[in-house]
């Protein structure tokens, strides 16, 4: 008989943010007409920035503090600590989870790090009723989703997102009733798994001198290439995508015995703002109660996208007893994934 995974029983019991400051993302673009055509087309206004020079586990550990301040908590009462990251990260052979829990003072937790592209912040909740399931002794989970640009590797505008620094982190526990997971889905296109992968710097292709880094690769060309400059082959790929999607977040709401429709919040991975309307409109949700506003202010932070505005429907006060939020997305795999949550 298929469980749903609301009886793992465990809630959001507070948030944390770190964000970036806000940069204007067309003033960030110098000369780049090309680029400044696609960042009008891609609905992206701002992104957030923090310095280089401070290290992702720092930043995942700043929110982690604020989450646990909030909610009145010790670092060492923490039993587990999950990290979500989908940058590249700052060494080889090195685990962000553990560095986060020296950093936050969690030296009681054991860590899980996870990073399977976009769609891990939201997929990750899988694993925390996993662990609630499993281990009795684990009373409260610590999870950030983090990300940040790697300059080297990756352009901040130009292309079908503007990617941003940030970091968001919920303090998950048993007693918490509210904010509960319901449902969710995923269907992975793996036919199409090296779309969208970098080409240099793992083991088949070392790093190259800079005017072959990843960060010159142009993701729209490398994509028309990929599909052999065939625009028909680009626009099934894409409707592909979207039904994928679709599906994921319907069967998440035939769990939760609702229709998509009735969603009261739908919190999508920060994309073009044109294809967040098709996707919203697909699933009968008006655009004022999604998060395509919040995204073209906010930029895009990986697979925490939907978990930060979270975060933030929560501090503005959007969210009220009863509601149902849906989450969704599109990632490298290719992973379409949805959940639904119950406030």
Avoid at 37 to 44: D, P, Q, V
Avoid at 71 to 97: F, K, M, N, R
Wanted: charged content about 25%.
């Amino acid at each position: 008989m298929r469980r749903s995974p609301k009886e793992a029983d465990f809630g959001i019991a507070a948030f944390g943010l770190q964000l970036g400051d806000r940069v204007s993302a067309l003033e960030s673009i110098d000369g780049d007409e090309l680029s400044r055509y696609r960042l009008e087309r891609s609905g992206f206004k701002r992104f957030c920035e923090i310095s280089a020079d401070i290290g992702t586990e720092t930043i995942a550990a700043t929110a982690a503090t604020r989450c646990l301040e909030r909610a009145g908590v010790d670092p060492g009462e923490v039993d587990y600590l999950i990290v979500v990251c989908t940058s590249v990260p700052e060494y080889l052979i090195w685990d962000l989870s553990a560095a986060v829990a020296a950093e936050a003072g969690c030296h009681r937790a054991s860590t899980l790090l996870l990073g399977q592209g976009c769609g891990s912040a939201v997929l990750g909740l899988e694993q925390a009723a996993g662990i609630f399931a499993t281990r009795p002794e684990v009373d409260k989970i610590l999870y950030v989703g983090v990300d940040r640009l790697s300059a080297r590797h990756q352009r901040r505008s130009g292309t079908a997102t503007t990617d941003s620094d940030g970091a968001v982190a919920m303090l998950l526990t048993r007693s918490s009733p509210r904010l509960t997971l319901v449902s969710t889905a995923q269907t992975t296109l793996g036919r199409h798994h090296a779309l969208f992968r970098l080409p240099y710097c793992g083991r088949i292709a070392s790093c190259l001198p800079d005017d072959t880094a990843n960060s010159k690769v142009d993701v729209d060309e490398a994509t028309m290439e990929y599909f052999g400059d065939d625009a028909e082959k680009l626009i099934d790929w894409a409707a592909d995508c979207d039904r994928a999607v679709i599906e994921a977040l319907e069967r998440c709401c035939a769990v939760a015995e609702i229709k998509a429709g009735s969603l009261d919040h739908l919190l999508m991975l920060h994309d073009r703002r044109e294809s967040m309307l098709q996707v919203s409109a697909a699933l009968d949700v008006p655009a004022d109660r999604t998060n395509i506003g919040m995204a073209a202010m906010l930029g895009h932070f990986g697979g925490s996208d939907p978990l930060i505005c979270l975060a933030i429907l929560d501090a503005t006060e959007k969210l009220t007893e009863g509601q149902r939020i849906g989450m969704l997305g599109l990632s490298s795999g290719m992973q379409c994934f949805a959940a639904v949550m119950a406030v």
